[in-house]
């Protein structure tokens, strides 16, 4: 009697197995974390099976946070509430790992015992959610290396800044669980690297073990060096996996992403798309509208009185700020805030320092109607710029499927695409990552590595926007509540309620955008209210941990509250850094 053979697990199922099998030993080891807790654990013992639960978690991360996010969410999210995406009056609490984290680290409080348990329980409940639904998940090679290049890239903007263990500070050992993990799938693909592939599939393996040495012997959070770290290994790394897909055959996607899914690094110089952050495909940039947008830039057509433009608030020179504590009002008085730079704000899916709309159009909206601002109307200076030959021709050329182009919305749009030129992303810093190694000095690159590890500024503006969108998909843009001081040397916080205005949630009051560093060189006075006017006072001010420890009460600051404790050489070299992030060659 004939035996059918077992028909051979293609590549994909063999991954599928790869992560079930990892999910079913964090699966394990939190029963044994929750087992322990029961029985009285000591501090240690609890410590040393919390983390090895989340190194065995960031085996299982890269598919995880690709296949089912909000499900990644619930079991390593931020230990922060949020509101419900669904309902607007409905807040999300944090679970999974990072809200475990604080009862165990620095040491455990066996009084919390119970409100431990339960958040255990909640994580081992996620668990057997994500492995019912990776149970069922169809992979495809096109995505399996999508994810894995995805998982380099977090690796690198939040792994190593400390982002999801900020108290137990195990990022070395999770990254290296990470991309043993990345080892791994790229061996089980070995069979298909035949021939001329082989060399390709070796040369990310090499990298990968290499950087996993060096992530094993790296014990010291504080001292890791990070800029090393990204330079010779994650770059290389991100590249090779891009190669080995490549090499397989799989196809270059070609969905719209804030980050291009086909670039090499994190850091290539058209890494972005601004695009991305449009309304629809009709709103994308091109060259004509530009043009167009740059001349209703600095055009005082679109105010009411005719004599003031973007350009007034926005100048050039001062990365497009205008050097205020708050912009002048049209009355004699001044707005409600500091006005931030336009440099890079095409690289933002939230506007404004209250995050209050999505699109740069809808920016322009409010400001151009805005009494203290403009006090414009659209459809006035519509009618305007109908009688002006120049812009008749400019906006025909900019908008040529349109029968009558000088519309409120094409003025909108016009003006969006000429700010999503303002990509500022080739400074000395950007250069050094790209392999040039003479734009950074031991200073600067000290200050990078501090950047991103003991002065905790990389959790919040991240690598490489250097502000709250949130890598490695770009999606998101945080706020925090940080207690910015109503003066430089008062104890009171400012009376900007911020994004609370607009959505009467108490998680939200003092909450701003987390805006971008990048060119902060030149965009001084700092915060939303303009209260700092140099960067050695934003320095004290969060290494004092910000409002809260400075002595306010403030219970919803997002903001951790402990001292820094940066020496003065530290507080330089980090600031040493942040002058090497001034990139003007696109204006």
Known sequence: MACMSKQKETTPQQVRAYYLDQIDATDTLIKQLDTKIQNNGTSNELQVLFKSARIAYKKVE??????????????????????????????????????????????????????LIEQVGILKANLVRLKSMATHQELANEQIFDALRLEVFRIITLGISGFDAPIAQNSMAE????????????????????????????????????????????KDFNSFDRMHFITTYGNPISSSILDASMALGNEKFKDLRALRANAKTLFDKDAFDANYYTASYDAHSSKEKSELGKELFYDAILSGAG??????????????????????????????????TLLNAGFQP??????????????????????????????????????NKDYVLLFKKAFPNDADPINDYHIRNALGSYIRTLSSLNSPFDKYVRGDKSQ??????KGFNLYMGKGKCGTCHFTPLFNGTVPPDFKTIETEIIGVPSTPDSKKID????????????????????????????????????????????????????GVGLG??????????????????????????????TDNTSF
């Not at 080892?183 to 290499?210: H, M, N, T, W």
């Not at 973007?310 to 001062?318: K, V």
């Not at 950074?440 to 690159?445: H, I, K, Q, T, Y």
């Not at 306010?552 to 509250?561: K, S």
Request: charged content about 25%; aromatic content about 8%; proline content about 6%.
């Open 350 to 387: 939230a506007l404004f320092y209250d995050n209050r709309v999505s699109y740069l159009e809808d920016q322009a909206t409010e400001v151009i109607n805005n009494k203290d601002e403009m006090h414009g109307s659209l459809p006035i200076a519509g009618q305007k710029l109908k009688k």
């Open 552 to 581: 306010m009460d403030i219970p919803n600051q997002t903001l951790p509250f402990d001292k820094l404790n940066l020496t003065q050489k530290e507080k330089k070299e980090i600031i040493a850094f942040l002058k090497k992030l």
């Open 62 to 115: 890269f598919l995880a946070e690709y296949y089912n996010p909000l499900t990644a969410k619930a079991i390593n999210g931020a230990p922060i509430p949020s509101m419900d995406d669904n309902d607007q009056h409905k807040i999300d609490q944090p679970e999974g790992f990072q809200m475990i984290e604080p009862y165990l680290f620095p040491e455990y409080n066996h009084s919390q015992k119970q409100e």
């Open 175 to 218: 990254g290296a669980s990470a991309l043993n993990s990345i080892e791994k799938v790229l061996k089980l693909y070995e069979p298909e690297f035949i021939g001329d592939k082989r060399a390709i599939l070796v040369q990310a393996q090499s990298s990968l073990k290499k950087a996993i040495t060096y992530l094993t012997a790296s």
């Open 440 to 445: 950074l000095n031991p200073e600067e690159v």
């Open 495 to 546: 009376p900007d309620l911020g994004k609370y205005d607009l959505r009467k949630l108490d998680l939200y009051k003092n909450a701003f955008k987390t805006p971008t560093v990048r060119n902060i060189a030149m965009t001084a006075p700092y915060m939303h209210n303009g209260v700092f006017k140099t960067l050695e006072e934003v320095i004290d001010f969060y290494n004092e941990g910000g």
């Open 307 to 340: 004599n003031r433009s973007c350009g007034s608030c926005h100048r050039p020179e001062m990365a497009f700020t205008d050097g205020k504590m708050k912009s002048d009002a049209l009355d004699g008085s001044q707005v409600r805030r500091n006005a931030p």
